[in-house]
């Protein structure tokens, strides 16, 4: 088992992170230059994955991206204005409203899609496609692992990791309050 130390797996985050968010400007980039400008911003690409025809309230989707809900109130506005979303009722409460994907919205997600399809297709002719299937099997289990503790109240619960031994290794202890 590996253990802190470890280069490969204290490298494990950063890499994971730097890959994600390069993939993320490559793609963003590629958007907005099949549409002849600016369409797809760092804030409201952060918003596409939470969003859906069935639909979800801004309060929620400013819990999930964790920013305020007038930030999501602005982003929610680029979007409608694109007319990519669309803000209904919320059937379970009169009161509240869901954000839901137009149909070009949706359309807009599965080119969105479609973009990482190609440069996923781009880095498997590059590194060869058992590596690509094995890299993408184990991220689809470090995937099922952090749903797991999210679903568990991760990051942390009483200093220590769901699911796994100690105190959370970057996490500081709070110093009790003076009277």
């Known amino acids: ?16 992170f730097e890959c994600a968010r390069l993939l993320d400007e490559i793609a963003q980039a590629e ?30 989707l400013a819990r999930r991206v964790d920013v305020t809900k007038q930030a999501v109130g602005q982003a929610l506005a680029g979007l409608s204005a694109l007319q990519l ?39 498997s002719s590059r590194l060869g496609r ?16 952090l749903q797991q503790w999210i679903a568990q109240g991760a990051p942390v619960q009483a200093g220590v990791l769901p699911g796994g031994p100690g105190p959370h290794p970057h996490r500081r202890r709070r110093r009790p309050r003076r009277p």
């Open 1 to 16: 088992m590996a253990r802190s130390g470890d280069s490969a797996v204290d490298a494990f985050g950063p890499v994971l």
């Open 31 to 60: 958007v907005n230059r099949q549409a002849g400008r600016r369409l797809l911003t760092p804030a409201l690409a952060r918003l596409l994955p939470h969003l859906s025809r069935e639909g979800i309230r801004p309060t929620e």
């Open 85 to 123: 979303i669309e803000l209904v009722p919320d059937p379970s409460d009169g009161r509240a409203r869901l954000v839901r994907l137009t149909e070009a919205g949706a359309a807009a997600y599965g080119h969105g899609r479609g973009v990482l399809a190609f440069y996923a297709s781009a880095l």
């Open 130 to 145: 058992a590596r690509i299937a094995e890299i993408s099997a184990g991220l689809t289990d470090v995937l099922a692992v």
